[in-house]
């Protein structure tokens, strides 16, 4: 089993169809509209937009359970994030990262590590998961590495599809 074999349902609702993106590179993030760091979400559309074209996709995955920093429905979560980031990539439902509820999905995410060889619980918001094409998770970032930074993109560029 990898990340494209798991069940998640998109933002808007129905299935977000994580196996559509088998062979590409996937940018998990938790995200939250009320975070310090919710201003990474300019820097994720623009790492959607300039690497789109060749094998990646960004997935924000809004989660509520950092101080209740993403109390949005599903239709303000999207409002929030097309008016102020004028968002494109794909979003998913509301999910639990951490805990007895935490989604599967994170499930399979948390056990890499990150540069700190930190494992197992999501930090904060705005933590990034980087699946390679073959859906093993091939990176792992703090909530505090934007998506500008060298280490990212260097990742990244690694797991494109060739």
Excluded at 62 to 78: H, L, M, R, V, W
Excluded at 80 to 103: A, I, S, W
Aim: hydrophobic content about 40%; glycine content about 8%.
């Amino acid at each position: 089993m990898t990340v494209f074999d798991i069940e998640i349902d998109a933002l808007a609702g129905g299935s977000a169809r994580l196996d559509a993106y088998r062979g590409r590179a996937l940018l998990v993030v938790n995200v939250a509209s009320r975070c310090g760091l919710t201003p990474q979400y300019a820097g994720l559309q623009r790492l959607y937009r300039e690497y789109a074209d060749r094998g990646l996709v960004v997935l924000g995955v809004p989660c509520n359970q950092f101080a209740g920093q993403e109390p949005g429905t599903a239709e303000e979560i999207s409002d929030f994030c097309q008016v102020n980031y004028g968002v494109t990539f794909p979003l998913t439902e509301k999910v639990d990262v951490n805990g007895p509820h935490r989604h599967p999905l994170y499930a399979e995410l948390v056990d890499a590590p990150d540069a700190d060889g930190h494992t197992g619980d999501v930090r904060w918001n705005f933590e990034k998961f980087l699946v390679a094409p073959d859906g093993t998770v091939a990176a792992r970032f703090a909530p505090t590495v934007t998506p500008d930074s060298p280490e990212l993109r260097e990742a990244i560029e690694k797991t494109l599809p060739a």
